[in-house]
């Protein structure tokens, strides 16, 4: 059997078992599970132990914040579907996909995978942070009140979970690299404050966006939330920029950021 394949093999295994895992302690939904799978044998196949490492950080950490106590003050639930998943974590798997059918552009796809699960990670660590312990929630342009856990709102805590969340990803991956891997050395790239700084960026483009352009209801009972439900009507937003298309948007800007700040 060649390399290539049976580090596909040992991936789908090692995938297979996070998603089972996944499923097993409410994390993913049944269809989450399954795309856990697909992204998790992509980036675990192709993108080697550091790949797999980055990954498992994003996915750990994410699920045992959002287990913290503290009631969470909004109306997604906790276990990702394959929506969900593939916003979070597709950008990252098509970056691997291009690092080992491209070797010329592993530093750039590399730079790339980093930045968008760096700003995945700022995303939801400052999610189940704010929501659970930021005293009050404003808007990221006007700065008025909003409710906790509503997309385009920032609390402090909430802004220094992103900034932690992103910089831990960021430590890790320059702990790992370089490395015998399929992802590059980066031996020129200072690591940590680039893809540090793309999370975080992107972090704060996920709530531009959730302030903007992500739909938003009004509920019969006075609520305002982001996903349709009876009787509620739209006030803002477009129908088609849900949550997980906002997501997804702000992980591809932080990717291509990170590509962007090597430039400068």
Not at 77 to 98: E, F, S, T, Y
Not at 151 to 166: E, K, M, Y
Not at 221 to 227: K, L, M, N, W
């Amino acid at each position: 059997m060649e390399t290539q394949e049976l580090y596909l093999l040992w991936g789908g295994i090692g995938a297979l078992v996070i998603a089972f895992l996944g499923f097993r302690f409410n994390a993913l939904t049944t269809s989450g599970a399954i795309a856990a799978f697909v992204v998790g044998t992509i980036i675990f196949g192709f993108g080697g132990y550091v790949g797999a490492a980055v990954l498992l950080y994003f996915f750990i950490s994410g699920s045992v914040l959002s287990r913290l106590p503290g009631k969470l003050q909004t109306d997604e639930k906790q276990a990702r579907n394959w929506v969900q998943v593939i916003a979070n974590g597709g950008p990252a798997a098509l970056a691997v996909i291009l690092v080992h059918t491209y070797p010329s552009y592993r530093e750039t796809g590399t730079l790339f995978f980093l930045g968008t699960l760096a700003a995945a990670t700022a995303d939801t660590w400052a999610t189940e942070i704010g929501t659970r312990w930021g005293k009050q929630a404003y808007h990221i342009l006007t700065f008025r009140p909003v409710a906790s856990g509503l997309s385009g709102g920032v609390s402090l805590i909430g802004t220094l979970a992103s900034i932690l969340g992103s910089l831990s990803l960021a430590m890790l991956a320059y702990a790992l690299l370089p490395g015998d891997d399929f992802l590059c050395g980066l031996f020129l790239v200072p690591i940590v404050p680039v893809v540090a700084a793309a999370g975080v960026i992107g972090s704060i483009l996920d709530s531009i966006i959730g302030a903007t352009l992500q739909v938003k209801y009004h509920t019969t009972d006075g609520r305002i939330v982001e996903r349709p439900e009876t009787g509620a009507e739209r006030i803002k937003g477009l129908r088609f920029v849900t949550n997980d298309v906002t997501n997804l948007l702000s992980t591809i800007w932080a990717g291509c950021i990170a590509v962007g700040l090597t430039t400068l």
